[in-house]
C-alpha cells in the first residue's frame, strides 16, 4: 500500500510564475491537508479538503492560492504569480477519517 | 496564548536515559491528541495517537494524557542516537482541523 505521494519533490520558479504542487493520497483516503513550513518553524495549516469539495481554508492566503481535489486525480496546490516570501516546504497529508494524519514527503518550493 | 504550545528545546539526553517531551493545549474540549516524529529535511511521521486520559505504551514510547491540566507528554525510554529529531505535538480540538506545535528539538548524545 504506497504511502501518500507527492511531485514535484523539488521546484524551483521565478517570482511571479505559476506554482502547482500535486498530492495523491493514501488508497482509501478521502481526507486531503495542506500544510506550509518555513525552516526551523512548526506546520500550518493551508487546507483541508474533501473529493470535490473544501471544507476548510481558513489558513490559506485569500490572494494567489488555491486548492482542489477533483473526483478523479491528485489534490492540487496552486499558487500564483509566486513571490519569494512563498518560499517553504508544503506537506500533504490524508487521513480515511477526521483524525490521524500521514504525511507525503513535501515539495520543496524555492522562488528565485 | 498559542493553541498548541511545547518547549522549542533543543532538550539533550545522554544515550540510555530517558526524554521527556511536554506539550499543553488551550481547548479543553480537544479529543485526539498524536505525536509526530520529524527528522531534518524530512515529513513528519505518526509515532502516538492518544484519546483517553492515562498512559499508552508502544514499544520504548508512552504517551500521557491529562485533560483536566490539558497536557499531553511523550516519555522515551532508552533514548538512542537516532531518536535524534524534532518531536510535533498535534491536537484535534474537535471539527476538522488538526493544530500542531512548534515542536521540541532532541538530541540523544551517544
Known amino acids: 500500500n504506497a504511502g501518500v505521494m507527492q511531485n514535484p519533490r523539488h521546484l524551483v520558479r521565478r517570482r511571479g510564475q505559476e506554482a502547482r504542487l500535486r498530492c495523491s493520497p493514501m488508497?482509501?483516503?478521502?481526507?486531503v491537508y495542506w500544510y506550509r513550513q518555513l525552516p526551523e518553524e512548526g506546520l500550518k495549516f493551508m487546507v483541508y479538503?474533501?473529493?470535490?469539495?473544501?471544507?476548510?481554508e481558513s489558513g490559506m492566503p485569500k490572494e494567489r492560492f488555491s486548492a482542489e481535489f477533483p473526483k478523479e486525480g491528485p489534490s492540487i496546490l496552486r499558487i500564483q504569480q509566486v513571490v519569494r516570501g512563498d518560499s517553504a516546504a508544503y506537506f500533504c497529508a490524508s487521513s480515511p477519517q477526521v483524525n490521524e494524519q500521514f504525511f507525503g514527503p513535501g515539495t520543496r518550493l524555492t522562488v528565485l | 496564548q498559542k493553541e498548541v504550545e511545547q518547549n522549542s528545546g533543543p532538550l539533550s539526553v545522554p544515550e540510555g536515559a530517558i526524554a521527556s517531551l511536554n506539550c499543553t493545549y488551550s481547548d479543553r474540549g480537544s479529543q485526539s491528541f498524536f505525536w509526530y516524529r520529524q527528522y531534518s529535511g524530512k515529513s513528519p511521521e505518526l509515532i502516538m495517537s492518544?484519546?483517553?486520559?492515562g498512559d499508552k505504551e508502544d514499544g520504548r514510547f508512552t504517551a500521557q494524557l491529562n485533560k483536566a491540566s490539558q497536557y499531553v507528554s511523550l516519555l522515551i525510554r532508552d533514548s538512542q542516537p537516532s531518536d535524534s529529531a524534532t518531536y510535533l505535538c498535534?491536537?484535534?480540538?474537535?471539527?476538522?482541523?488538526?493544530?500542531f506545535g512548534a515542536g521540541t528539538r532532541l538530541f540523544v548524545k551517544a
Open positions: 479538503l474533501q473529493k470535490e469539495n473544501i471544507i476548510d
Open positions: 492518544i484519546y483517553s486520559n
Open positions: 488508497k482509501g483516503h478521502s481526507h
Open positions: 498535534a491536537v484535534n480540538p474537535g471539527g476538522f482541523k488538526t493544530i
